[in-house]
Nanobody
Framework: QVHLVESGGGLVQPGGSLTLSCRVS????????IGWFRQAPGKEREDVSCISSSDGTMYYAHSAKGRFTISRDNAKNTVYLHMSNLKPEDTAVYHC????????????????WGQGTQVTVSA
């Protein structure tokens, strides 16, 4: 089974940047896409961004376009989410997850995910 461990969260001021990392262990053949979703108190889960394991197809939520960049380093079995121009509404727990189907028009459906890392954007 794939195991995911996120890191890189923290407290950042509005307008600042953070890069989240997701270390992946286990059989990569178990999933077709990997990405990030976030969960804030009182809000619905939001798929932020995901990337295909095969052809690099990417999805970004409208809220993330132009500010967030997803990337992967296959040699390190790690997926990153670089976030810039952060806003208070980006505050959430960010989870890394895998999708066994692939990147769809509306993003990914995650079946397996890690514990998450807290991102807090506040002055």
């Amino acid at each position: 089974q794939v195991h995911l461990v996120e890191s890189g969260g923290g407290l950042v001021q509005p307008g600042g940047s953070l890069t989240l990392s997701c270390r992946v262990s286990g059989p990569s053949s178990d999933f077709k896409a990997i990405g990030w979703f976030r969960q804030a108190p009182g809000k619905e889960r939001e798929d932020v961004s995901c990337i295909s394991s095969s052809d690099g197809t990417m999805y970004y939520a409208h809220s993330a376009k132009g500010r967030f960049t997803i990337s992967r380093d296959n040699a390190k079995n790690t997926v990153y989410l670089h976030m810039s121009n952060l806003k208070p509404e980006d505050t959430a727990v960010y989870h890394c997850g895998t999708d066994s189907i692939g990147v769809g028009f509306s993003g990914c459906d995650y079946e397996n995910w890690g514990q998450g890392t807290q991102v807090t954007v506040s002055a």
